[in-house]
């Protein structure tokens, strides 16, 4: 993992709290860390966001929750004294799109079609008002900041974010610190999510923003993707060998499979019978 190079505290406390979801508690105090040089992380409650700073204004890539909106530009202030002019979310999931809320009144909120029409089905306040298909780019000051549709994974409308000069990528949840979460009924996809990970890995970047956890480098991308095909390995198996879907949520745990042994991970708590589902589906075709 990589280590920051420089924290901001919002107060005197700095609190790092991995958020698995949304409705995840956002009371939490956030701290700001410095990633590379003009680009930072707010961390705590919800997903990791983004903060690309340049001359004439702020991109960020996702929001948090709805409460969250002020603290999110208190921090950002401290770092930069220009506003926030365009807000990326990486998917729909209101720990990620729920600052929306604030920032759609001050700021361009963008996002991938199948995320807004998550949103849309789902009522979620604030959709975004720009949409893509297959990528966009905003440049402002100076500042390029790519975003790539690469396929399905956590959901159908995951975007990649890449800041080409920075070699850095933010993954929303494509890239988790603790185990992913394959939300099925919004498209996801453990098949979809490698070869979207191999897309990732085919970029020019030493440096990972996950949704959640601690920053990673490219190794621990590659040790992802690497676990998400082990365990889809895994799970043939186990139904190849007779096993019920009922028997499924206790028999895919092994020690090899870190996920597999996070008992408050989304994997195991959530992902379970929409996975077995997917691989039986495989497996008769």
């Keep these: 993992m990589i280590n920051s190079t420089r924290r901001v505290l919002l107060g005197s406390v700095l609190v790092f709290v991995t958020s698995t979801c949304a409705g995840a508690d956002a009371q939490n105090g956030l701290s700001i860390e410095q990633v590379k040089d003009g680009l930072y992380a707010i961390i705590g409650s919800g997903g990791n966001v983004g903060v690309r700073v340049s001359p004439e204004g702020v991109i960020l890539i996702d929001d948090k929750f709805p409460q969250n909106f002020s603290e999110i530009q208190e921090l950002v202030s401290q770092v930069s004294d220009q506003p926030v002019r365009y807000v990326i979310n990486t998917h729909h999931h209101g720990d990620h799109t729920g600052g929306n809320v604030g920032f759609i009144d001050i700021a361009e909120v ?20 720009v949409v893509f298909n297959d990528q966009t780019a905003v440049y402002l000051g100076g500042v390029e900041v790519r975003a790539f549709y690469m396929g399905r994974g956590h959901t159908n409308g995951d975007v990649v974010i890449y800041f080409p000069d920075l070699k850095t990528v933010h993954g929303g949840d494509l890239l988790h610190g603790i185990a992913p979460f394959i939300d099925y009924g919004n498209g996801g996809s453990s098949s979809g999510w490698v070869g979207t990970l191999n897309n990732i890995l085919a970029l020019d970047f030493d440096t990972a923003i996950p949704g959640h956890g601690a920053m990673m480098d490219r190794n621990d991308v590659v040790n992802f993707r690497n676990q998400m095909e082990a365990v889809r390995a895994h799970m043939t198996a186990l139904i190849r060998s007779g096993m019920p879907k009922n028997e499924a949520s206790v028999r895919i745990r092994t020690q090899d499979l870190s996920w597999t042994m996070q008992e408050d991970g989304l994997l195991m708590q959530r992902s379970i019978p929409g996975f077995y589902d997917e691989i039986a589906a495989e497996l008769q075709q």
């Excluded at 963008?110 to 008002?129: E, F, K, S």
């Design 110 to 129: 963008i996002a991938h079609q199948n995320a807004r029409d998550n949103m849309i089905r789902g009522n979620q306040d604030a959709p975004p008002r």
